[in-house]
């Protein structure tokens, strides 16, 4: 019965210590939002005048899709990758320098509730650097559809509409993803 308590209280102690952690990163990506999210705007809105309005008056349209709309998509996708990958590198070297990685290691938290924790921090950043770009580039680029979506209609987008008739629990797509490939 020793044992069985025991092992509650630490599992109890890990379930906090991930929260306190994860709650600080994420603080720390909103008190610092001039360092953590206005830099990655303001690259991906340069990224969009650039590219977009210098290559997109040359291109207009790629696989019959404007090309501002084409690019933005991949512009939400790298924001979002890059800001995670920075906030994760920036946080465990911050406590290394400052001395408390020490700390933040000998918890008795497991390495997974240490990555959730700080991937809590990453993610939220580049989420919200992310919607910001998005939102500030939806007059200009309208609502972004993916390729197959376009190609083959919503129901590609979503997995597949057409029901096999030997097996209608299983889906069947209207179009590949190499039929996409071939239109680029």
Same mark, same amino acid.
């Given at each position: 019965?020793a044992?069985?308590?025991a092992t509650?209280?630490? +599992?109890?102690?890990?379930?906090?210590?991930?929260?306190?952690?994860?709650? +600080?990163?994420? +603080?720390?990506?909103l008190?610092l939002?001039t360092?953590t999210?206005?830099?990655?705007?303001?690259?991906?809105?340069i =990224?969009?005048a650039?590219f977009g309005?210098?290559l997109g008056?040359?291109?207009?349209?790629?696989?019959?899709v404007?090309?501002l709309? #084409?690019?933005?998509?991949?512009? %939400?996708?790298?924001?979002?990758?890059?800001q995670? =990958?920075?906030?994760?590198?920036t946080?465990? #070297?911050?406590?290394?320098?400052e001395g408390y990685?020490?700390d933040v290691?000998?918890s008795?938290? @497991?390495?997974?509730?240490?990555?959730?924790?700080?991937?809590?921090?990453?993610l %939220?950043?580049?989420?919200? $650097?992310a919607?910001?770009?998005?939102?500030?580039?939806?007059? #200009?680029?309208?609502?972004?559809?993916?390729?197959?979506v376009?190609r083959?209609?919503?129901?590609?987008?979503a997995?597949?509409?057409? $029901?096999?008739?030997?097996?209608?629990?299983?889906?069947?797509a209207r179009?590949?993803? @190499?039929?996409?490939?071939?239109?680029?």
């Amino acid at each position: 019965m020793a044992t069985l308590a025991a092992t509650r209280e630490l +599992r109890l102690i890990q379930r906090r210590g991930t929260r306190a952690l994860a709650s +600080r990163e994420m +603080r720390r990506v909103l008190s610092l939002w001039t360092q953590t999210l206005l830099p990655p705007v303001l690259t991906g809105a340069i =990224f969009l005048a650039v590219f977009g309005g210098a290559l997109g008056s040359q291109l207009r349209t790629v696989a019959g899709v404007e090309y501002l709309r #084409f690019i933005l998509p991949g512009l %939400l996708v790298l924001t979002v990758a890059g800001q995670a =990958f920075a906030n994760n590198s920036t946080s465990v #070297f911050q406590a290394k320098n400052e001395g408390y990685i020490e700390d933040v290691l000998s918890s008795p938290m @497991r390495p997974w509730q240490l990555l959730i924790a700080y991937m809590s921090g990453g993610l %939220l950043r580049g989420w919200l $650097a992310a919607l910001v770009l998005w939102l500030g580039a939806w007059p #200009f680029a309208g609502a972004v559809q993916s390729l197959a979506v376009r190609r083959c209609g919503p129901a590609a987008g979503a997995g597949g509409a057409r $029901a096999r008739p030997d097996r209608p629990h299983l889906r069947r797509a209207r179009c590949h993803h @190499r039929d996409v490939g071939r239109q680029l």
